[in-house]
């Protein structure tokens, strides 16, 4: 494996040809640029979005060119604030092109998943995410292992199928409250 950091690992975005799927798996991230835009959902105030405009656009610019970007949220039920938010500001991803489906951690039960966030670009790249001890991102290690790919596109096609769309599921959320 490789590590990448910085513009290394952003690199990956423009590069690949026809999809990119990113698991997540983790219960709460702690991404400097959202610690601002979460207190301010935990306060109730707004929020103008604009630290998520880089990866808007990112998500615009290879979606509107062709390619797929795919996201599945393992996430636990009952929502805890982290995921509640996530669920408040994903539509900007769907708008921006990004499919989103989520997952109850409990409806996992026979399915592959691991316990690493991972992306999955070409169903030939698997780039693990890292994390620091305080749970920021730290880059991803990268491998072309045809075995561990294979294990990913396992998963992410198990996953996908079983996950429910952002949409489908943020009304289900509203009707069971």
Same mark, same amino acid.
């Given at each position: 494996?490789?590590?990448?950091?910085?513009?290394?690992?952003?690199?990956?975005?423009?590069?690949? /040809?026809?999809?990119?799927?990113?698991?997540?798996?983790?219960?709460?991230?702690?991404?400097?640029?959202?610690?601002?835009?979460?207190?301010?959902?935990?306060?109730?105030?707004?929020?103008?979005?604009?630290?998520?405009?880089?990866?808007?656009?990112?998500?615009?610019?290879?979606?509107?060119?062709?390619?797929?970007?795919?996201?599945?949220?393992?996430?636990?039920?009952?929502?805890?604030?982290?995921?509640?938010?996530?669920?408040?500001?994903?539509?900007?991803?769907?708008?921006?092109? /990004?499919?989103?489906?989520?997952?109850?951690?409990?409806?996992?039960?026979?399915?592959?998943?691991?316990?690493?966030?991972?992306?999955?670009?070409?169903?030939?790249?698997?780039?693990?995410?890292?994390?620091?001890?305080?749970?920021?991102?730290?880059?991803?290690?990268?491998? /072309?292992?045809?075995?561990?790919?294979?294990?990913?596109?396992?998963?992410?096609?198990?996953?996908?199928?079983?996950?429910?769309?952002?949409?489908?599921?943020?009304?289900?959320?509203?009707?069971?409250?």
């Amino acid at each position: 494996m490789r590590l990448l950091l910085g513009r290394s690992f952003d690199g990956l975005f423009r590069e690949f /040809e026809r999809t990119a799927f990113h698991l997540e798996v983790r219960d709460v991230y702690h991404a400097p640029e959202e610690a601002v835009p979460f207190q301010r959902f935990l306060d109730a105030e707004p929020d103008d979005f604009a630290w998520q405009r880089p990866w808007l656009e990112l998500v615009r610019e290879v979606t509107d060119a062709g390619r797929s970007v795919r996201r599945l949220r393992v996430v636990p039920v009952p929502h805890r604030d982290y995921t509640r938010w996530l669920l408040s500001i994903s539509g900007n991803n769907v708008d921006a092109g /990004e499919e989103i489906r989520w997952l109850d951690r409990t409806a996992t039960a026979g399915l592959t998943v691991g316990t690493d966030d991972f992306w999955l670009f070409d169903d030939r790249r698997v780039v693990f995410s890292l994390f620091e001890p305080d749970g920021s991102f730290s880059g991803g290690a990268v491998t /072309e292992d045809p075995e561990i790919v294979r294990y990913c596109a396992r998963a992410r096609t198990s996953l996908w199928a079983a996950g429910i769309p952002h949409d489908v599921y943020l009304a289900r959320q509203a009707v069971t409250g």
